[in-house]
């Protein structure tokens, strides 16, 4: 564009905060079990598995109990296609938001699914937690990177 | 928490506690056709403002209206280099991301011929001798680093001449 006398300047501008939060015992369990690897839940009152762990029962309000490991499997309850990835999507590439429910778990679980096409998604699928490698996962859910069809390298 | 408490069987940092949370917002900011008229100014070195044609008061940076008269500010007005200190503050507390060594003056300037004061900063006097009706005039930047950005203005220094006349910047404190 030339630079006549009536061309309007911009500038990019980036506002940052850095926050950090506390976590608390129970998604500080979860999220440790990330760090290891591993997905965990929290057993509610009525020996449902809820994962991501509450701290407190959603129906009774009751403290939840002993935790739990769930999947690495699971199956999809619902998916939404992201064709053109947003910067500050999780992945890149075209992805699904999915709900899966772990195997073992009573709730299902916000994640993207890594799949080449919405034709390779469909409710019922079976899918599996793709970790980050051991070195890079700090305690976060990207630990898990994505999940993928159950069955793929 | 106590040694080995809750911890994973292969990890020796200890169990996760507190999660790193940033917002983050990218944007782009559009200065409109009036500021850039003035930043382009600046990128040469002058002061640019804009005239209501109503009250015929002068504004720099104008926002390309007057707020007083509701109306556009077209006539595009050169300001002086000159201006009067209408008021000021000595800034004597450190803060993040602070960039001039404390203390120092952080200063509303008028130039000469506009109707509007802006911020500057006072620099080549004991911050003790700055005072309102101060003349100060303005240090550019080396011409090569001159660019769109009140960047270019490095400071305002005193000109030595005697100070304003109360009178003369009362109505812009």
Redesign the interface.
């Given at each position: 564009m030339a630079d006549s006398?009536?061309?309007?300047?911009?500038?990019?501008?980036?506002?940052?905060?850095?926050?950090?939060?506390?976590?608390g015992?129970v998604?500080?369990?979860f999220?440790?079990?990330l760090?290891?690897g591993?997905i965990i839940g929290a057993t509610g009152s009525g020996g449902v598995v809820i994962v991501p762990p509450t701290e407190y029962d959603p129906y009774t309000a009751e403290p939840t109990g002993e935790m739990v490991e769930v999947g690495p499997e699971g199956t999809v309850e619902s998916w939404a296609w992201v064709g053109t990835p947003a910067?500050q999507h999780p992945l890149e590439t075209p992805f699904a938001w999915v709900l899966v429910r772990l195997d073992g778990a009573g709730t299902s679980m916000l994640h993207v699914l890594d799949a080449p096409s919405p034709d390779a998604v469909s409710t019922k699928m079976r899918v599996r937690a793709d970790f980050v490698a051991?070195g890079e996962r700090?305690?976060?859910i990207q630990d898990i990177r994505a999940f993928v069809p159950a069955g793929s390298a | 928490m106590t040694s080995g408490d809750q911890r994973g069987p292969s990890d020796e940092r200890g169990p996760v506690t507190t999660l790193a949370t940033p917002i983050r917002l990218d944007y782009v900011f559009s200065a409109g056709i009036a500021q850039s008229r003035n930043l382009r100014g600046l990128a040469e070195g002058k002061f640019v403002g804009q005239r209501c044609g109503v009250c015929h008061k002068v504004y720099v940076p104008s926002r390309g209206s007057c707020p007083v008269d509701g109306v556009a500010t077209d006539d595009v007005v050169e300001l002086a280099n000159t201006g009067t200190v209408t008021t000021y503050c000595v800034v004597n507390v450190p803060f993040a991301g602070q960039s001039i060594e404390i203390p120092y003056i952080c200063a509303m300037v008028l130039l000469d011929g506009a109707d509007i004061s802006f911020m500057g900063l006072i620099q080549e006097i004991p911050t003790d001798e700055v005072r309102m009706g101060l003349r100060v005039e303005a240090v550019w930047v080396d011409p090569e680093d001159l660019g769109p950005t009140m960047a270019s203005v490095k400071y305002f220094r005193p000109t030595g001449d005697p100070d304003a006349d109360y009178e003369t910047y009362k109505d812009y404190t």
């Open positions: 006398a009536d061309d309007v300047l911009t500038s990019a501008h980036v506002l940052e905060y850095p926050y950090s939060r506390s976590v015992p998604i500080g369990a999220l440790t079990g760090r290891d591993k910067p051991e700090i305690g976060r | -």
